[in-house]
């Protein structure tokens, strides 16, 4: 029987952000943005992530004024963002009527797929965000973030994956944001979730350690409907498996995408005469990461800023304290905040040689129960020495927090133009008042 496989294109955001510190402008995404639109995939994913804050920060462009732009130039493709549950597109909790506000607008921009997770899997900090995506007419995709540890099986994500679709998942998406995903354990997983839910599955990997393009050929035999893949000139390494050949490879099967190989081709290239204006990292596999089970991109940076400080020489050490304090720390998943968070401290306990002598807010905040529930209790002795009696938070962090957008709308009144402008300064104040004052003098 016929069961053609969708495909989501992650050149507008997963790749570049992978491979490319999330410098991709606009004008060069343009450049391809309606070949893209004729070739007929599931969805094109385009903003979200670190997106946001990279156009504010680094690109002066306005990530707004970039969906609608994208929206314009395909008008015929499901665009699809990624959302951080209830820190959205930052690094923090944000209460309820701002992820209302910003999840509107961001359909109203023109999103039609949000991908919600939250770096716990605390499904507490899912709900609004989905709830406030189907409000606004989007399709709700909630993900189950995929990783290895002593604490994680494929009970737990079954688990999850139902109290998701109970609160009204239309789609699950498994996150495998460091290509750990095995062939076999994406075959077992797939087939547990559909055996548990009654909604689409897609899957999520990177090409870090060479696994991906394996793990989604099982997937797709034991039931996934989509999966994310990148144009090949932003590929592997810390990126997805590459398009066109997933699209050869399931052209001689029953799962053909029905994409158009000639057409891809065209797209590739067009996207490859850009990148002269780009630093990329050889597309390689690295196989540190099924060891160290550190995504790719959590290492490169790690390495730089090492080398920046002359600190190389602590690299090694750190990578072995890595596991350490995740384990202390209940195991969390090491994605976004998670990952900074972990990293930050283990590379702190190396180099002032006293284990947890420093700490930084955000770890304090993270044991305190501020950004949710960790997947096992953290190690009494480790929280005793960041918090030391205090005792955590037992509700939904966003519970305690006040609503944010009439006051920021007064705060940012003198430079804000529109509801956009009131949650880009929520979210970066710094970046989007500057970003502000330089369009106000242009």
């Given amino acids: 029987m016929q069961r053609s496989v969708g495909i989501t294109e992650t050149l507008f955001r997963d790749a570049h952000q992978s491979l490319l510190a999330t410098r991709l402008r606009l004008e060069h995404m343009l450049t391809v943005a309606e070949l893209i639109d004729q070739a007929g995939y599931h969805s094109v994913e385009v903003w979200g992530g ?13 990530p707004w004024e970039r969906l609608r732009m994208l929206r314009e130039k395909m008008p015929n493709t ?4 990624l959302l951080r549950g209830q820190n959205l597109v930052a690094y923090r909790q944000y209460p309820d009527d701002v992820v209302d506000a910003f999840v509107a607008k961001a359909v109203a921009n023109g999103i039609d797929i949000i991908r919600i997770f939250d770096a716990l899997n605390d499904t507490r900090n899912i709900e609004r965000a989905l709830i406030a995506a189907k409000k606004a007419g989007a399709h709700a995709q909630a993900s189950v973030v995929y990783t290895v540890s002593p604490v994680h099986d494929i009970q737990g994500y079954v688990k999850i ?16 944001m460091a290509g750990l995903l095995t062939p076999v354990m994406a075959r077992q997983l797939v087939q547990q979730l559909k055996q548990a839910v009654d909604v689409p599955i897609q899957l999520h990997s990177h090409y870090t350690c060479g696994l991906a393009s394996m793990a989604y050929w099982e997937g797709i035999q034991a039931g996934v409907a989509v999966v994310d893949t990148a144009i090949s000139a932003l590929a592997l390494g810390t990126s997805q498996p590459p398009t066109e050949t997933l699209v050869k490879v399931l052209q001689e099967t029953e799962y053909d995408t029905g994409l158009d190989l000639t057409l891809l081709a065209r797209i590739n290239q067009g996207i490859r005469n850009n990148l002269a204006d780009y630093r990329r990292p050889q597309a390689a596999v690295n196989t540190e990461v099924l060891i160290s089970q550190i995504p790719g991109g959590m290492l490169s940076n790690l390495r730089t800023q090492l080398e920046q400080q002359k600190l190389s020489h602590k690299y090694d050490a750190i990578l ?17 905040p998670m990952s900074q968070i972990v990293g930050t401290q283990a590379v702190l306990n190396v180099i002032t040689g006293e284990r947890y002598k420093i700490k930084t807010k955000e770890i304090r905040d993270y044991v305190k129960g501020l950004y949710g529930r960790p997947p096992v209790p953290i190690a009494p002795e480790v929280q005793a020495m960041i918090i030391g009696e205090e005792e955590p938070i037992t509700v939904r962090p966003a519970d305690n927090l006040e609503p944010g957008m009439e006051a920021a709308r007064e705060e940012i009144k003198d430079l804000a133009i529109s509801d956009e402008d009131v949650v880009s300064y929520i979210l970066f104040p710094e970046h989007a008042r500057k970003f502000f004052l330089n369009r106000k003098k242009a």
Avoid: H, W
Avoid at 50 to 62: G, H, S, V
Avoid at 161 to 176: P, T
């Fill in 78 to 81: 499901k665009l699809q963002m």
């Fill in 320 to 336: 072995q304290e890595v596991p350490q304090v995740r384990k202390e720390l209940g195991y969390p998943p090491l994605v976004t």
């Fill in 161 to 176: 994956a139902k109290e998701l679709v109970e609160m009204g998942a239309d789609s699950i998406c498994i996150k495998d």
């Fill in 50 to 62: 670190a997106t946001f804050d990279t156009c504010l920060r680094y690109l002066n462009e306005d």
